[in-house]
Nanobody, 127 residues
Framework: QVQLVESGGGLVQAGDSLRLSCAASGRTFSSYSMGWFRQAPGKEREFVAG????????AYAESVKGRFTISRDNAKSTVYLQMNSLKPEDTAIYYC????????????????????WGQGTQVTVSS
């Protein structure tokens, strides 16, 4: 069992930066691939970024590539999402999730392949 708690969301202006954190409980954090997803009002949950258990491989949605960076610290059982050059269209609730579907060695973009989810943190970007 893994419990995930996100933090770091808030209200910012376009062009600003935010860093989201997701703290995990349990001893097996380092065995999971981790992902960040977001959901805007009236839209489906979408993949934002993912990282394998070792941290050696990452993947991003095209809409955030070059602006967002995912990283993890297995010693602290925490995954981060550094978000730079924020745009109003980045406004959403951001969720972190943990997956062992592929043994933690691959990133999946499918929400249904994640085993555990956090409660989400709101990010609002004003123009």
């Amino acid at each position: 069992q893994v419990q995930l708690v996100e933090s770091g969301g808030g209200l910012v202006q376009a062009g600003d930066s935010l860093r989201l954190s997701c703290a995990a409980s349990g001893r097996t954090f380092s065995s999971y691939s981790m992902g960040w997803f977001r959901q805007a009002p009236g839209k489906e949950r979408e993949f934002v970024a993912g990282i394998v258990r070792s941290g050696d491989y990452t993947a991003y949605a095209e809409s955030v590539k070059g602006r967002f960076t995912i990283s993890r610290d297995n010693a602290k059982s925490t995954v981060y999402l550094q978000m730079n050059s924020l745009k109003p269209e980045d406004t959403a609730i951001y969720y972190c999730a943990a997956s062992q579907r592929y043994g933690g060695v691959a990133v999946t973009r499918r929400p249904g392949e994640y085993d555990y989810w956090g409660q989400g943190t709101q990010v609002t970007v004003s123009s």
